[in-house]
């Protein structure tokens, strides 16, 4: 959804670019000897302008109506320009989405090793006289587990992201936020804790501080842009990790998919279908929102409603309600306090119509009924 929203704000931005290139054209050349007639040129390009406004829609075209050869030639280019643009940008917005999504994997895997780095640091703190020391967390056994792990060292290794380069900020966390916190200062003092009471300090460790203070969270926000998308995703990662750890076992590291190439053929094909059929999806948006204005209906909205339709039309093993329970739970969280009543309506009386035109057809265990 958000590669969608952006490519359509590129492709307002390309617009203006494209007419703006074009009215450059039409200025007087300062290096010409020759005498500029400015007033000609100035009705050159406003006639140009509005040639390029009505047919800048039309990828194939051949412009014949401008009053100069020179005219329809610049209004070519500048349409020309306006879809390299476009389709530069669009290669970009999907190759930048599928590579975000990759990189969930690595970001788990830097987070997981962030414990043995607290632990590394902890060992050159001196405590403070009255305060309890590191020992309890530089021997907790989970942490070591996460430490030892070969899988996670590999991964580790490979990943781009790195804990090297922000040590500062570890032990400003070590000492400012993790030490002080209630519950890691009664763990600290206890005698020997198990390896129970190990694991849920961890678990703790991240769900309640690394996943909740304003300061760790402002810190990862700066390194991924998509961190408030993210955030339950590695929450839930790292949550099931944590709970397989066994005392003295080695674990696997959580497995993102379970089928990565059909995931990527998803995200893909939702992602190409419904820039190819927009202008279709908007005209059955616009007819079953007659009491709305579809340009002052929220852009996210009809961006949902888009892949929505798409989603119903040409995924047939997922069913319609899944479909439109899952864009209502997104219009809840990315789009206005009445999107989910709109969005709701709208795709309801849509899908019955595709329906009985035969367009949307489900097929598959548990398909029967999805009216």
Known sequence: MQSLFAYKQCREANYHLALEQLQNTFLPDLNSMEVQDKTLLKE?????????????????????????????EEVMNAVKAYYAMLEKDKRALKED???????????????????????????TEKPKK?????????A???????GSNKELGNAQIRSKYTW?????????????????????DKYLKLDSPGFNEDREILQYLFKSIIFKNETIIDFFELQDLHWSENKSILKSLISKTLKSLEESQSFDLAELSYNWDEDIEFFETIYNTTLAEEDTYEELIAAKSKNWDVDRIA??????????IQEMIHFPSIPVKVTINEYIEISKRYSTPKSKQFVNGVLDVIAVDLQKQGIIKKSGRGLIDNK
């Open 97 to 123: 989405m599928l590579k975000g999504v990759s990189q969930l994997f690595e970001q788990y895997v830097w987070m997981l090793s962030l414990p043995s780095e607290l632990v590394t640091l902890a060992q």
């Open 164 to 184: 090297s380069t922000f040590t500062e900020e570890i032990r400003s966390w070590l000492k400012s936020i993790i030490k002080i916190d209630e519950t890691i």
């Open 299 to 308: 852009s996210t909205d009809i961006i949902m409603m888009e892949m929505a």
């Open 130 to 138: 009255g305060t309890p020391p590191f020992a309890n967390l530089i």
């Open 140 to 146: 907790n056994q989970a942490i070591s587990i996460l």
């Open 44 to 72: 050159q390009s406003k006639e140009a302008s509005t040639l390029f406004k009505k047919h800048y829609k039309e990828k194939e075209i051949n412009v014949f109506g401008g009053s100069d050869p020179k005219i329809n």
